[in-house]
């Protein structure tokens, strides 16, 4: 099946003036259309998957170059997915799925759902309706989609931590119908005025991020640290935490001094700290078969007008591949990294010291053609994980 006819798809869907209706019926049509086996409504999800992943199949025009090469998937730029959450933070109803509700919001969510008071059943419907509006703009990795829609209309567990608690939840609406017109997540002044703390479960333990969340207040909180990296839930203090679970602070010798703290972006957080894990771990296999000794790892992160860059460089070390090797054929460990974990959530960039007087940067994943460009004289290998 030829890719235009999925772009042609993708652009009926993402125009303004497209109804939620109308956007129902081409879905339909398009599934006619599409050699796709399955009910109605499986060919209409199929279609919606390949067309909401960003990643249309084009089975005619099998990739050439060695960045997109058959072993790896088809690239997903990074950018899609921060354009996506900047929007849903933004938006006048979804805004207050990942922050504590205070009085200005309650007062713009009565007035959405056309309501005096708070009303759970209304403003469930808002942000259904609100978070569908956003998935026909934006084409986000079906990973994503699937954690938010189940964070929102419910249906199964969500995030690493298999969350049950959701918008949905029978326990919700159980507190609620005894708490008519009170918010579920009110932050401190709307508790103070009310005399209400909101809707209150039994306390489970974040992995991630090594807390505990017993409020929905709380949760709302929990839910936008999965995306959001700002002060309060910053990089450095998540590798830090990443390097005590995994008893590296005796194995490496880790700098996180610039690492700043007040660095905001927007990304998938838990698939970024798999993805610092991973090439943790392939510095120390690397530095246990080559008898390098104790790595000596400088984490940074550096930001323009348009990306953010997390570096991790380890210093004591040089790139066991030629630069031609490198740029032909990445390896299996970084066909993992790049399949499983970064692509669609970051770009990745290998600047190295690769033996004989040769130093360069090499585009490892970009969704460009695979390349080596000469540097100056470098010292070690530095893994730059690109964030737009």
């Known amino acids: 099946m030829a890719k235009t006819k999925y772009d042609f798809i993708k652009e009926l869907l993402e125009d303004k003036k497209v109804s939620q209706n109308q956007r129902k019926r081409i879905l339909e049509l398009a599934s006619k259309e599409i050699s796709i086996e399955g009910t109605l409504e499986e060919r209409v999800q199929k279609i919606e998957d390949i067309v909401f992943s960003h990643n249309p199949p084009d089975n005619n025009h099998p990739p050439t170059n060695p960045s997109t090469a058959p072993n790896l998937p088809v690239y997903i730029d990074p950018l899609i997915l921060s354009k996506f959450l900047r929007a849903y933070n933004k938006d006048s109803m979804l805004k207050y799925t990942c922050h504590e509700i205070d009085k200005d919001g309650l007062i713009t969510i ?82 103070i005025e009310n005399n209400n703390l909101g809707f209150n479960f039994t306390p489970f333990r974040s992995k991630i991020f090594d807390t505990t969340i017993g409020s929905f207040s709380q949760l709302v909180i929990h839910f936008k640290n999965l995306f959001h990296i700002r002060a309060d839930n910053s990089l450095k203090k998540l590798i830090e935490n990443v390097n005590a679970k995994n008893d590296w602070n005796e194995r490496i010798e880790c700098s996180t001094i610039n690492l700043r703290n007040n660095v905001e972006f927007f990304t998938d957080v838990n698939k970024l700290l798999q993805a610092y894990k991973k090439i943790i771990t392939i510095i120390l296999d690397i530095s246990e078969t080559h008898n390098l000794g104790k790595p000596e790892i400088d984490l940074s992160i550096k930001e323009d007008e348009n990306v953010t860059l997390f570096s991790i460089h380890h210093k004591n070390s040089t790139y066991k591949k030629t630069i031609k090797n490198t740029v032909e054929r990445i390896g299996q460990k970084h066909t993992e990294l790049i399949e499983k974990l970064i692509n669609g959530v970051c770009d990745l960039y290998i600047q190295a010291d690769f033996e004989n007087n040769e130093f360069a940067r090499i585009n490892i994943w970009d969704g460009e053609e695979r390349k080596a460009n000469t540097i100056n004289k470098f010292c070690g290998v530095e893994y730059q994980l690109i964030i737009k």
């Open 110 to 191: 009565n007035e959405k759902c056309g309501t005096e008071a708070f009303n759970l059943i209304k403003y469930q419907e808002q942000i259904t309706n609100s978070f569908k509006e956003h998935i026909t703009q934006f084409s986000i990795p079906k990973n994503i989609w699937a954690l938010i829609n189940a964070y929102l209309n419910g249906g199964k567990e969500w995030s690493s931590d298999k969350v049950k608690i959701n918008w949905q939840s029978a326990e919700l609406l159980e507190w609620y119908n005894n708490n008519i017109g009170f918010v579920p997540n009110p932050d401190s002044g709307l508790v």
